[in-house]
Protein backbone atom coordinates (compact mmCIF):
# COMPACT_ATOMS: atom_id res chain seq x y z
CA UNK A 1 0.00 0.00 0.00
CA UNK A 2 1.15 3.41 -0.04
CA UNK A 3 1.57 3.85 3.77
CA UNK A 4 1.86 2.12 6.78
CA UNK A 5 -1.44 0.48 7.77
CA UNK A 6 -2.87 -0.55 10.85
CA UNK A 7 -5.86 -1.58 12.46
CA UNK A 8 -8.07 -1.77 14.61
CA UNK A 9 -8.08 2.01 15.28
CA UNK A 10 -9.30 1.54 18.20
CA UNK A 11 -9.94 -1.02 20.71
CA UNK A 12 -11.77 -1.09 24.23
CA UNK A 13 -11.13 -4.02 26.21
CA UNK A 14 -11.74 -5.68 29.24
CA UNK A 15 -9.34 -6.37 31.38
CA UNK A 16 -8.01 -10.07 31.01
CA UNK A 17 -9.22 -10.27 27.70
CA UNK A 18 -6.03 -11.19 24.61
CA UNK A 19 -5.91 -8.39 21.79
CA UNK A 20 -4.15 -8.24 18.67
CA UNK A 21 -2.76 -5.78 16.63
CA UNK A 22 -2.19 -5.71 13.10
CA UNK A 23 0.42 -3.81 11.05
CA UNK A 24 0.48 -3.97 6.85
CA UNK A 25 3.97 -2.40 6.24
CA UNK A 26 4.94 -0.16 3.05
CA UNK A 27 5.49 -2.64 0.13
CA UNK A 28 8.84 -3.67 -0.06
CA UNK A 29 10.07 -2.64 3.28
CA UNK A 30 12.08 -5.29 4.90
CA UNK A 31 12.27 -3.66 8.66
CA UNK A 32 9.54 -3.26 10.90
CA UNK A 33 9.26 -1.59 14.54
CA UNK A 34 6.36 -1.55 16.81
CA UNK A 35 6.75 1.06 19.57
CA UNK A 36 4.24 1.60 22.58
CA UNK A 37 3.89 5.60 23.13
CA UNK A 38 1.22 5.95 26.36
CA UNK A 39 -0.80 9.57 26.72
CA UNK A 40 1.73 12.91 26.51
CA UNK A 41 4.37 10.01 26.54
CA UNK A 42 7.61 9.97 24.31
CA UNK A 43 7.85 6.91 21.99
CA UNK A 44 9.01 3.59 23.84
CA UNK A 45 10.35 0.66 21.48
CA UNK A 46 9.24 -2.61 21.76
CA UNK A 47 10.56 -4.64 18.96
CA UNK A 48 12.10 -5.03 15.37
CA UNK A 49 11.60 -7.36 12.79
CA UNK A 50 14.23 -7.60 9.56
CA UNK A 51 12.17 -9.96 7.57
CA UNK A 52 10.45 -12.66 9.08
CA UNK A 53 13.05 -12.96 12.59
CA UNK A 54 12.81 -10.46 15.20
CA UNK A 55 16.65 -9.81 16.24
CA UNK A 56 15.88 -7.29 18.83
CA UNK A 57 13.00 -8.18 21.53
CA UNK A 58 14.13 -5.86 24.05
CA UNK A 59 11.88 -3.78 24.56
CA UNK A 60 8.88 -6.48 24.85
CA UNK A 61 7.43 -5.67 28.88
CA UNK A 62 6.39 -9.14 29.79
CA UNK A 63 6.20 -12.24 28.48
CA UNK A 64 2.15 -11.20 28.04
CA UNK A 65 3.66 -9.38 24.84
CA UNK A 66 4.81 -11.31 21.61
CA UNK A 67 4.44 -10.30 17.89
CA UNK A 68 5.26 -11.96 14.54
CA UNK A 69 5.81 -11.44 10.89
CA UNK A 70 4.46 -13.61 8.25
CA UNK A 71 6.11 -13.65 4.49
CA UNK A 72 8.11 -10.75 5.06
CA UNK A 73 4.81 -8.49 5.35
CA UNK A 74 2.37 -8.00 8.08
CA UNK A 75 3.18 -8.64 11.29
CA UNK A 76 0.78 -9.05 14.51
CA UNK A 77 1.23 -8.26 17.85
CA UNK A 78 -0.89 -9.92 20.84
CA UNK A 79 -1.17 -8.88 24.10
CA UNK A 80 -2.45 -11.90 26.48
CA UNK A 81 -4.47 -11.61 29.71
CA UNK A 82 -4.24 -7.16 29.47
CA UNK A 83 -3.85 -5.09 31.90
CA UNK A 84 -5.05 -1.30 32.86
CA UNK A 85 -1.56 -0.33 32.18
CA UNK A 86 -1.43 -1.94 28.53
CA UNK A 87 -3.67 1.23 27.63
CA UNK A 88 -1.70 3.03 25.29
CA UNK A 89 -1.37 3.57 21.24
CA UNK A 90 0.54 0.51 19.61
CA UNK A 91 2.92 2.54 16.73
CA UNK A 92 4.07 0.65 13.87
CA UNK A 93 7.00 1.99 11.61
CA UNK A 94 8.65 0.28 8.17
CA UNK A 95 11.26 1.08 6.52
CA UNK A 96 14.07 0.21 3.78
CA UNK A 97 17.62 -0.62 4.07
CA UNK A 98 20.29 1.68 3.33
CA UNK A 99 23.51 -0.42 3.28
CA UNK A 100 24.42 -1.74 7.01
CA UNK A 101 21.68 1.04 8.10
CA UNK A 102 18.31 1.56 9.30
CA UNK A 103 16.53 3.91 6.50
CA UNK A 104 13.98 6.79 7.36
CA UNK A 105 10.68 4.99 8.99
CA UNK A 106 7.46 5.62 8.35
CA UNK A 107 5.14 5.83 10.98
CA UNK A 108 1.55 3.86 10.98
CA UNK A 109 -1.14 5.91 12.42
CA UNK A 110 -1.39 3.77 15.65
CA UNK A 111 -3.64 1.47 17.68
CA UNK A 112 -5.60 2.88 20.47
CA UNK A 113 -5.99 0.49 23.17
CA UNK A 114 -7.97 1.37 25.75
CA UNK A 115 -8.61 -1.74 28.63
CA UNK A 116 -11.26 -1.20 31.37
CA UNK B 1 21.83 1.93 26.20
CA UNK B 2 21.92 5.41 24.66
CA UNK B 3 20.52 8.19 26.37
CA UNK B 4 19.17 10.74 24.16
CA UNK B 5 17.91 14.68 25.75
CA UNK B 6 15.78 17.13 23.59
CA UNK B 7 15.80 20.59 24.50
CA UNK B 8 13.81 23.01 25.07
CA UNK B 9 10.78 20.25 27.05
CA UNK B 10 8.43 23.23 25.51
CA UNK B 11 8.14 25.89 23.02
CA UNK B 12 5.42 28.88 22.74
CA UNK B 13 5.99 31.29 19.75
CA UNK B 14 4.29 33.64 17.41
CA UNK B 15 3.39 32.91 13.96
CA UNK B 16 6.88 33.98 11.89
CA UNK B 17 9.44 33.80 14.63
CA UNK B 18 12.30 31.38 14.26
CA UNK B 19 13.20 28.18 17.02
CA UNK B 20 16.32 25.82 17.27
CA UNK B 21 15.55 22.48 18.84
CA UNK B 22 18.53 20.58 19.95
CA UNK B 23 19.47 16.92 20.82
CA UNK B 24 22.05 15.47 22.56
CA UNK B 25 22.78 11.65 22.55
CA UNK B 26 25.05 10.11 25.08
CA UNK B 27 27.31 7.79 22.84
CA UNK B 28 28.00 7.41 18.87
CA UNK B 29 25.21 6.73 15.94
CA UNK B 30 24.64 5.36 12.97
CA UNK B 31 21.33 6.72 12.72
CA UNK B 32 19.50 9.65 13.58
CA UNK B 33 16.14 10.97 12.58
CA UNK B 34 13.99 13.86 13.11
CA UNK B 35 9.71 13.61 13.16
CA UNK B 36 7.12 16.12 13.95
CA UNK B 37 3.94 14.11 15.49
CA UNK B 38 1.00 16.63 14.54
CA UNK B 39 -1.92 17.60 17.14
CA UNK B 40 -4.20 14.25 15.82
CA UNK B 41 -0.88 11.53 16.86
CA UNK B 42 0.21 10.69 13.37
CA UNK B 43 4.49 11.22 13.28
CA UNK B 44 6.21 12.40 10.35
CA UNK B 45 9.47 11.86 9.09
CA UNK B 46 11.18 14.99 8.89
CA UNK B 47 14.98 14.13 8.04
CA UNK B 48 17.25 11.39 7.92
CA UNK B 49 20.52 12.76 9.00
CA UNK B 50 23.10 10.61 10.67
CA UNK B 51 25.92 13.50 9.90
CA UNK B 52 25.80 16.89 8.04
CA UNK B 53 23.41 19.42 7.03
CA UNK B 54 19.92 18.89 5.34
CA UNK B 55 17.21 22.02 3.67
CA UNK B 56 13.48 21.03 3.08
CA UNK B 57 11.71 24.21 2.83
CA UNK B 58 11.85 26.64 5.89
CA UNK B 59 12.84 23.62 8.11
CA UNK B 60 16.46 22.41 8.20
CA UNK B 61 19.12 20.06 10.29
CA UNK B 62 22.48 19.67 11.50
CA UNK B 63 24.10 16.93 13.47
CA UNK B 64 27.19 17.09 14.75
CA UNK B 65 28.11 13.31 14.86
CA UNK B 66 31.64 13.96 16.95
CA UNK B 67 30.29 16.19 19.62
CA UNK B 68 27.10 13.84 19.78
CA UNK B 69 24.68 16.68 19.02
CA UNK B 70 21.72 17.68 16.93
CA UNK B 71 19.79 20.60 15.81
CA UNK B 72 16.57 21.68 13.89
CA UNK B 73 15.88 24.78 12.84
CA UNK B 74 12.57 25.88 11.83
CA UNK B 75 12.31 29.29 10.38
CA UNK B 76 9.61 31.49 9.89
CA UNK B 77 6.95 29.49 11.69
CA UNK B 78 3.62 28.76 10.93
CA UNK B 79 0.24 27.50 13.04
CA UNK B 80 1.07 24.22 11.49
CA UNK B 81 4.16 23.73 12.47
CA UNK B 82 3.01 22.79 15.92
CA UNK B 83 3.18 19.89 17.82
CA UNK B 84 5.32 17.58 19.03
CA UNK B 85 8.72 16.98 17.77
CA UNK B 86 11.27 13.89 18.17
CA UNK B 87 15.00 12.92 18.10
CA UNK B 88 15.46 9.28 17.70
CA UNK B 89 18.81 7.64 17.18
CA UNK B 90 20.95 4.59 16.30
CA UNK B 91 23.47 3.84 18.64
CA UNK B 92 26.91 3.08 16.48
CA UNK B 93 27.18 -1.00 16.48
CA UNK B 94 23.98 -1.25 18.68
CA UNK B 95 20.91 -2.97 17.15
CA UNK B 96 18.88 -1.39 14.56
CA UNK B 97 16.15 0.08 17.11
CA UNK B 98 15.72 3.82 17.37
CA UNK B 99 15.56 5.10 20.41
CA UNK B 100 13.43 8.16 21.01
CA UNK B 101 13.85 11.42 23.21
CA UNK B 102 10.63 12.51 25.24
CA UNK B 103 9.93 15.10 22.76
CA UNK B 104 9.49 18.95 22.38
CA UNK B 105 5.88 20.52 22.19
CA UNK B 106 5.88 23.60 20.02
CA UNK B 107 2.75 25.78 19.85
CA UNK B 108 2.55 28.17 16.99
CA UNK B 109 0.33 31.10 17.77
CA UNK B 110 -1.23 33.17 15.00
Same mark, same amino acid.
Given at each position: ????????? $?????????? /???????????????????? !???? /???????? $???????????????? /???? !??????????????? +???????????? !???? !???????? +?????? | ????????????????? =? %??? *???? %?? #?? =? @??????? =??????? @???????? &????? *?? #??? &???????????? #?? #?? &?????????????????????????????? =??
Amino acid at each position: GAGVSQSPS $NKVTEKGKDV /ELRCDPISGHTALYWYRQSL !GQGL /EFLIYFQG $NSAPDKSGLPSDRFSA /ERTG !GSVSTLTIQRTQQED +SAVYLCASSSRD !GANT !GELFFGEG +SRLTVL | GIQVEQSPPDLILQEGA =N %STL *RCNF %SD #SV =N @NLQWFHQ =NPWGQLI @NLFYIPSG &TKQNG *RL #SAT &TVATERYSLLYI #SS #SQ &TTDSGVYFCAVGAQGGSEKLVFGKGMKLTV =NP
